[in-house]
């Protein structure tokens, strides 16, 4: 939901009403996961994808019924629907998806909690008496969306962070494509006159200190994401432990063969062991015969998603 809510609160402040089409359930093969959300303003502008295109047009007018006054309604989409080739899922999938009319005030919590990095959740009532109904509610433990009864919770986490060591044309990539990723963007070098906004424009954070220093008072955890671009011993090796000593679910560290055995060797001396070590994707990325920066930021980013989706 995150990438429609800037767009949201805008319609809404603005004054026009908007309906929303939530993601809640999918069964088999489906485009997104539950928790996707569509919006159709009273003027027509829609935001947001749910299926790619599948099943959007029939969506649009579901949203249009009810800015049009019609009750908030779950509905259902299949390859087994009798109109499958007009408003199915080619891909074999059933999705369930709540369309109502979004709550301006609701709305304009969840982008401000956007905008602040805050967690909250979504409370959303999709069947039953009091369907429609929307609250913002404070996470419980929860970080997936869920459907429990009659109540969609859907949890807006503060985004991913990535940590992208080393003011070089890899990590100017790297931050761009981490981006893309959703992840909330920071590069870090010791050398304040190659860390520029004109060297760096895309990252939501610069900063100039020991690379090591910031990472062990940075924030971390298991979403992290943990690239070392550095390519040099006195900044790699420090650097790589602190790492190793956070819940970082992804660490990798750019380097050839040689390189990254010469690493290995200085970390063991250290007293990292076969255990931590194998936590370090070395070389970074996956092994696509990637040369250029844009190159190896496509490499990373899909040995990211890979370790995120356990494929």
Known sequence: MREILETLAGWTAGGL?????????????APREPGAVMAVSERG????SLTGGCVEPALYEEARAVL??????????????????????????????????????????????????????LSLT???PRAGTQELVTLDGRSEPVLEGDVFFLPLLPRRRMYVFGAVDHAAAVARVGGLLGYQVTVCDARARFLTRERFPEPDELVVAWPHEFLQEAYVDERTAICVLTHDHKFDVPLLQAALASPAGYIGALGGKKTNADREERLRAEGVGDEELARIHAPIGLDIGART???????VAAQIVALRRRA
């Open 17 to 29: 009403r908007a309906a929303t089409a939530t993601l809640v359930k999918t069964e088999r093969s």
């Open 293 to 299: 920066p844009e190159e190896v930021a496509v490499a």
């Open 126 to 128: 999709v069947s039953g």
């Open 45 to 48: 502008d829609v935001a947001g």
């Open 68 to 121: 049009a006054g019609e009750p908030a309604r779950l509905v259902t989409y299949g390859i087994a629907d009798e109109d499958a080739f007009e408003v199915g899922l080619p891909c074999g999938g059933t999705v369930h998806v709540f369309v109502a009319e979004a709550d301006r005030e609701i709305v304009r919590e969840l982008a401000a909690a956007a905008r602040l990095e805050e967690p909250v959740a």
